[in-house]
């Protein structure tokens, strides 16, 4: 029996996960987070029965605490909440599926405790991988990719020796807006934007795959988790999203993951790794497919993947501002405040604006954070 906790438990890839738990009976969720949808979460805790379940504000969890009453589950909140679940005895593998730097502190208190991460909260490596990588190895823990993408490019390393990677091949599915120009984009709407063609997400990483800056993040995430420059890792637009990622070795060689665009393989393999669990669902047909197609990704009408290049290579606390600015613009975008274009053009200014401070700490990556939230609600 494998005892899980989860982080972000009512959003997408926590819901997802909570669906490969019921498939495996030797999955046991030990505990569960999230922020304030309290219905979802009493749904939740009456299935799985965690021992510890938290909320993000103090009222929320009174509230969830009188709806479960008659359950013997522990209802805490906050950050410490979140701490206390990220510590907890009882469980081996910490599922960060939350959203937002919000995940920072209870990655590295999970780390420190000896648990295994499943990493699906990106902002964790973007904003602060100098620590947690580090951090990772020194308490010989596993860092284990639930993102598509990168659980593709660890699935393709997998058994080769190290040295031998050349590039990695990070594929995107061109989002929503795929061929449109800027003038087209100044007219697109926030309806039109959670479009997505191929995968089922939460609204902001939706809107980030329309802009390509959840590509910019993967690309800064790669770089962490593989050890790769930013030199080896290419942006590949895949209309399709069969090949989910690949990794071409230094023989030439090209080692590519494929299958159907289902988070809950990523999620699976990373709960059960090493191992390989069957799964139902949909599978590839290549006669029905017919064709895979790539394309180089448009970086002049999609200047958000070209600015997170830039934010990662300036490094330091630059990533953590190309972030924070994207989530508030996001934000407003989604509050119909700005307009599609606005967003990449305010975490461009936020980075002109912002002076960089190196190998910050993780108080710093925090300041840093809340000094551009301050700086884009000056701009509007």
Sequence with gaps: MKKIAILGSTGSIGTQTLEVVRCNPE????????????????????????????MWSEEVARDLQIKIADLQVKVVWGMEGLLEIAEMPESEVLVTAIVGMIG???????????????????????????????????????????????????????????????KILLTASGGPFRGKTREQLARVHVEDALKHPNWAMGRKITI??????????????????????LDQIQVVVHP??????????????????????????????????P????????????????????????????????????????????????NAANEKAVALFLDRRINFLEITELIGEAMEHH?????PNVEEVLAAEAETYEYISGRI
């Excluded at 980030?208 to 420059?229: I, P, Q, R």
């Excluded at 002076?355 to 190998?359: F, S, W």
């Design 104 to 166: 920072i502190r209870p990655t590295i208190a999970a780390i420190k405790a000896g648990k295994d991460i499943a990493l699906a909260n990106k902002e964790t490596l973007v904003t602060a991988g100098h620590i947690i990588m580090p951090l990772a190895k020194e308490h010989k823990v596993s860092i284990l990719p639930v993102d598509s993408e990168h659980s593709a490019i660890f699935q393709s390393l997998n058994g080769e020796p190290a040295g031998r990677l050349e």
């Design 27 to 54: 999955l046991q969720v030990a505990a569960l987070a999230a922020g304030t949808n309290v219905d979802k979460m009493e749904e939740q805790v009456r299935e799985f029965h965690p021992l510890i379940v938290a």
């Design 208 to 229: 980030d795959s329309a802009t390509l800056v959840n590509k910019g993040l993967e690309v800064m995430e790669a770089g962490w988790l593989f050890g790769a420059g």
């Design 355 to 359: 002076k960089l401070k190196e190998a």
């Design 275 to 322: 191992d390989r669990k069957p799964m139902n669902g949909r599978r590839v047909d290549f006669f029905d497919l017919g064709q895979l197609t790539f394309e180089k990704p448009d970086t002049d009408t999609f200047t958000g993947l070209a600015l997170a290049y830039r934010a990662a290579a300036m490094g330091g606390t630059m990533p953590t501002v190309f």
């Design 240 to 273: 399709q999203s069969i090949i989910h990622s690949a990794v071409q070795y230094v023989d030439g060689a090209i080692i590519a993951q494929m299958g159907t665009p289902d988070m809950k393989l990523p999620i699976q393999y990373a709960l059960f790794y």
